[in-house]
């Protein structure tokens, strides 16, 4: 079983900037796709960034040029560098992974910008 564990949340003020990591552990883990995925209050969930195993980036329009996703696959750590937050980035964060036939999902962690 892989579990996908999350740190780095927090409260910033706006400007500011904080890093996610999401450290995967468990059974072998042979991920497609990392990245991480959001849910504000009353919204649902929605993409923020992914990375695939080649190294190919995707970013929600919301989010680019300012969050920069990578990965260490010695680690089986994804991680997300968030810059210049905005009061709208305010959500929980969710790691997700995905393999040929599984997906997975963090817990999440709680992201507060402060205007």
């Known amino acids: 079983q892989v579990q996908l564990v999350e740190s780095g949340g927090g409260l910033v003020q706006a400007g500011g900037s904080l890093r996610l990591s999401c450290a995967a552990s468990?059974?072998?883990?042979?991920?497609?796709?990392m990245g991480w995925y959001r849910q504000a209050p009353g919204k649902q969930r929605e993409l923020a960034a992914t990375?695939?195993?080649?190294?190919?980036?995707n970013y929600a329009d919301a989010v680019k040029g300012r969050f920069t996703i990578s990965k260490d696959n010695a680690k089986n750590t994804v991680y997300l560098q968030m810059n210049s937050l905005k009061p709208e980035d305010t959500a929980v964060y969710f790691c997700?992974?995905?393999?040929?036939?599984?997906?997975?999902w963090g817990q999440g962690t709680q992201v507060t910008v402060s205007s």
């Open positions: 990375i695939t195993s080649g190294g190919t980036r």
């Open positions: 468990g059974s072998i883990f042979s991920p497609n796709v």
């Open positions: 997700y992974a995905r393999e040929v036939a599984r997906q997975y």
